[in-house]
Structures are given as structure tokens and as C-alpha cells.
């Protein structure tokens, strides 16, 4: 299990409020090792994808043999220019795409097309997004279908080498390519005057490449700025992003209800591998498998552990409630559909998502070029919903477990609202819950598919739109909100536990259990007396949010 962050809070003791440092933080790791990537356009894979989210520096650069494949395509797009009129290479764009352009108006018009589509607003994309989609543009180049220069993925690739890091703004792509946020890492490419971050400082491409030991401008030629506008690479890289934050929540809810399960002495039996190996859904059987193994060895989860609150009113449980037996099932629906976007965006870092395409005739000599929609970004959007919904209802789940623990009869006999106190002149939990239960809502209004909210723009050239950039910004809102939902369980959870350890004696907790149980009172002290939560909840959100209370069970 990942060691947790030292935090400072303000902790309330009944007569004053003194400043409580935690524990001292471990030594800071040593640097992660450079992560060098060479760039086929066919062999990118998810761990590298992850180490790039996870900070990891990198030196990329595109293969030898892609070079020579995108140098051979790039002389056949020239050449089948002279018999063919082509969108973004002697055509204009969208609504604009009957008008003709000269040999002549080409070089203006890759700068103009960057200028007029970085008209993005709000919140910049976080740093290590904007790297991997410049790597994903990168390598999506490499296989030699959109006509450019090897010069051009690897200018990108250089602003990635060098630390620099072009600020794309968040809103305005319709997720029907990648426009707006790409046009501004495109026009800091060129060495404008579009801001970029370089080594915590924000200033304009022109002042800051040559900082970085980069060429102060670079030359974008005919049809070489609309491959980095057209496409769906900032949409997947923001995916993946959620794709690998959705992971490491979908552990530690496993753990949150793993722990739930012990202060609730909860009936063993919904785990039975037999279960649920009958209804042959493979993800449901593993969630079930990990769940096992984090209880192993319980004896509170055990008839002596459930007689020991009240032994002398004590009824064997039939079976628990809903949430609690339908867990595994519930939790393993968020894991099928990470599994399908993994799948998916496998194949988008690895794919030809621009517009239009140059292929080798199959009939004859030279090339030719093919307009399509690869740019597209329906499939990615629809699973950001389901994701969205997925871990919606883990939120959901969350905080009924959390709800159930507030309540005696619910929780079988723990005290009322989790008080450490005296009942009734302590509060205990209440409000602690409240916040699980303000989220929720929230979570359920962002989790509505906008992928279903087409409209048309652009005089109706662009008459279906994905929205698939608002489905992923709003999963990310609600990835923030589950981060807080679960830390409410688990230190309810651990709260539920120690308020009756002295009646369990003797039994063991599970072995993961205790280890997660350690780790939050590590920095979180059992609530006695009623004392100002906000700090208790606060250092509960940053391990979560830090991966800390992740179960150490195989994922």
C-alpha cells in the first residue's frame, strides 16, 4: 500500500484549537527513470500512455523505418494534388470548403487555419494530458496516411522532450476532433506567440522554445496544419487520464466496502466464488476473488464476531441488504466498461484519425487522397458516458454503505450517527455522511450522456457532433466527487470498527482490512468527543486522491 501524504490541519479539542502536524512524509522517491519512446504509429501501448499521466519524462522520437514511410507519402500527396481537389490542402475548410487555394496561399494558409481555431476558453488542459496527446499526434502520424513531414511529428515531439508544454484550453471542441486545444499546441509549434509552460514559467512559444534549446519558428507547408487539428487525440489522452484515475478508484472503493464489510460483521456467503462464477461474468468473479482475499482470516465476519455486540438478544442473519450482497456485481459493471474503453483507445493510439487520408492507389501507380469522418470521436464520447454512469453508481453504492452505518438497526447495533461519545450529547458521523449525500445528486446530474445532445454549427457542414469533450470533462468532475464519496465510507468505515473493537477481543480483522484500517490512523485519529471534523475529512480525500488507501491485493 502507498504511503500517505503528511498533511497540517487545525484539530479541535473541547476547550481550544490547536495546529496538528501528521506524520513526517517519507523521503521524497527517486526521479522516475526516462521513459524513451521511438514511434512506429503501431506499436504505443497503455503503459506508456499511464507512465506519461503519471509525470514520467520522456524522450520520443519517430522510427527510422516511419520516417521513410511518411517521406514516401508525403511526395505522393504532392504529387496527386495536381489531379484531385482536396479539403485543407488546396480547399479551404468547413462551411468555406468549395473555395479553391493557390500553390501560392498555401504556407498563410496552415498559419491562418492554427490562428482562426485557437479560440478555446477556460481551464488549460493539466500538463500531462497535453504531453501524451502531442505524443498520441505524434504517432498517429507515423503511419504515413495524412501526407506530412516527419519534421512535424517530431517538432511536437521535441516540445515534449524539452519540457515545454503548450497551455490548450479546455472548452470549445464539440469532441468532433481536436480543433481548438490542438490549434493552440499548433501554433506554439510554429513559435507564435500562443503561451506554453517551460520549467514553471508561463510565457509565449516565441520568447520560451528558444529557452528550452528549441528553434524559435518551424514552417507548417501545404495540408501539414490540418493533421493537427483533425482528429480525436486530445479526447483520448483526456480519456485515458480517466481511464487510469477511474482504476485506482475503482481499488480502493473494493477497499472502502471491504472495510465496510468488517464493521458491519457483514455474512460472508455473497463472496461464494460459486455465485458467482454461475452468472459467468468474468469481472464480477474477480471483484468477488479480491474481495475474498481482503477479508481472509476475519473473525469478525464470522457468527462469533456477529454475537458479540448482543449476545444475549442474538438472531443469525439470514442475508444482508441489497448493497451489500449485490456489491461485486454492481462494482464489476465499472470494471467491464474500463475494460472496453482500454480496448478501444488501444486502438485510437495506434489508428489514422485525421481527414482527409492518402493511400497507395490499389489500381494503378501513385497515391490518392480519401475525405472522410475518422476524426470522429461518437465511440470514445458513448463510453465516457457509460463510464461516467458506471462510476456514478459506485458513488451511489458508496454512500448507502456509508448511510447504513449511521443506523443501529441498519449497522446491527453499532452506535447511532458512529459517536465516540456519550449518544445525544455527541453527534458523532452525521454530517460526515451529509457530504457523500450532497454529492451524489451531482454526480447523478453530470452523469446524463451528453453524448446524446447533437446540434448542428458551421452553416450544417458539421450537422453531427459527439459532444464527447463535455461527456469526458464531466466524468472528470465526478471522478473529483467519488474521490470525497469514498473517503466518507472509509472513515466511517474505520470509525465503525474501533467504536467496537473492545467487544471483538481476540478476532482478527482480514489482512488487508487491518492493513487499511492502519494506514488511515496513521493519520486520522478515532472520533471521541465530537471535535471539528473538516480536517478528519480533508486528510481522508488526499489519501484516496493520492492512490493511498488502494487495497495491496493484485487490481
Not at 511 to 535: K, M, N, Q, S, W
Request: hydrophobic share 45%; net charge neutral; with cysteine.
Amino acid at each position: 500500500m502507498a504511503a500517505g501524504v503528511g498533511l497540517v490541519a487545525a484539530v479541535c479539542v473541547p476547550e481550544r484549537a490547536v495546529a496538528v502536524r501528521a506524520p513526517a512524509p517519507a523521503p521524497a522517491p527517486a526521479a522516475a527513470p526516462v521513459l524513451n519512446l521511438v514511434l512506429d504509429g503501431d506499436r504505443f501501448s497503455l503503459r506508456d500512455a499511464f507512465a506519461i499521466l503519471e509525470g514520467r519524462p520522456v524522450v520520443a522520437r519517430v522510427s527510422d523505418a516511419a520516417r521513410a514511410r511518411m517521406a514516401r507519402s508525403r511526395a505522393g500527396a504532392l504529387a496527386a494534388l495536381s489531379g484531385q481537389r482536396v479539403y485543407g490542402w488546396n480547399q479551404a475548410l468547413g462551411p468555406l470548403k468549395d473555395r479553391p487555394l493557390s500553390p501560392e496561399e498555401a504556407e498563410q494558409f496552415q498559419r491562418n487555419v492554427l490562428r482562426s481555431h485557437s479560440a478555446g476558453v477556460g481551464p488549460p488542459l493539466p500538463h500531462d494530458v497535453v504531453r501524451l496527446a502531442l505524443v498520441l499526434k505524434a504517432n498517429q502520424m507515423a503511419r504515413g496516411k495524412v501526407g506530412v513531414r516527419p519534421e512535424v511529428p517530431q517538432r511536437l515531439l521535441s516540445m515534449v522532450n524539452a519540457g515545454v508544454v503548450p497551455v490548450m484550453p479546455q472548452i470549445g471542441s464539440l469532441g468532433t476532433g481536436d480543433l481548438q486545444p490542438q490549434a493552440a499546441a499548433g501554433l506554439a509549434a510554429l513559435g507564435e506567440d500562443a503561451p506554453v509552460h517551460y520549467r514553471g514559467a508561463v510565457g509565449p512559444a516565441s520568447e520560451m522554445l528558444p529557452r528550452a534549446g528549441l528553434a524559435r519558428t518551424f514552417t507548417f507547408e501545404a495540408g501539414e496544419a490540418l493533421p493537427i487539428i483533425s482528429g480525436s487525440t486530445v479526447l483520448a489522452a483526456t480519456l485515458l487520464h480517466a481511464v487510469h484515475r477511474a482504476t485506482v478508484l475503482a481499488d480502493q472503493a473494493e477497499g472502502a466496502f471491504a472495510l465496510f464489510m468488517e464493521a458491519t460483521r457483514a455474512e460472508r456467503g455473497s463472496l461464494d466464488a460459486r455465485t458467482h462464477r454461475e452468472r459467468r461474468i468474468p469481472e464480477e468473479d474477480a471483484v468477488a476473488a479480491r474481495l475474498r482475499a481482503m477479508v481472509a482470516g476475519s473473525g469478525w465476519m464470522t457468527e462469533e464476531g456477529r454475537r458479540r455486540l448482543n449476545p444475549a438478544d442474538y438472531h443469525p442473519r439470514v442475508q444482508d441488504a441489497v448493497s451489500v450482497r449485490a456489491a461485486p456485481h454492481i462494482m464489476a459493471g465499472l470494471r467491464q466498461v474500463l475494460a472496453a474503453t482500454r480496448r478501444t483507445l488501444l486502438r485510437e493510439a495506434n489508428a489514422s484519425t485525421s481527414n482527409p487520408l492518402i493511400f497507395r492507389r490499389e489500381r494503378g501507380p501513385g497515391y490518392e487522397f480519401v475525405m472522410g469522418g475518422n476524426w470522429d470521436g461518437s465511440i470514445m464520447g458513448h463510453l465516457a458516458d457509460s463510464l461516467n454512469a458506471e462510476i456514478t453508481d459506485v458513488g451511489v453504492l458508496s454512500q448507502e454503505l456509508s448511510g447504513r452505518l449511521l443506523s443501529p438497526r441498519w449497522s446491527y447495533d453499532l452506535p447511532a450517527n458512529l459517536a465516540g461519545g456519550s449518544v445525544g450529547l455527541n453527534s458523532g458521523m452525521v454530517q460526515v455522511q451529509t457530504v457523500a449525500a450532497a454529492l451524489v445528486p451531482e454526480m447523478q446530474v453530470r452523469a446524463h450522456p451528453a453524448g446524446t445532445l447533437s446540434r448542428p454549427v458551421k452553416d450544417g457542414q458539421e450537422d453531427h457532433n459527439t459532444m464527447a469533450m463535455a461527456s469526458v470533462r464531466d466524468l472528470h468532475e465526478n471522478l473529483d466527487r467519488l474521490e470525497t464519496v469514498l473517503a466518507v465510507q472509509y472513515l466511517m468505515a474505520a470509525q465503525g470498527i474501533d467504536l467496537i473493537a473492545a467487544k471483538m477481543a481476540g478476532l482478527p480483522l482480514g489482512t488487508v482490512t487491518r492493513a487499511l484500517h492502519a494506514e488511515i490512523r496513521r493519520f486520522i485519529t478515532p472520533l471521541g468527543e465530537d471535535r471539528y471534523l473538516t480536517p478528519d475529512l480533508e486528510r481522508a480525500i488526499s489519501l484516496v486522491r493520492g492512490g493511498a488507501l488502494r487495497p495491496s491485493v493484485e487490481p
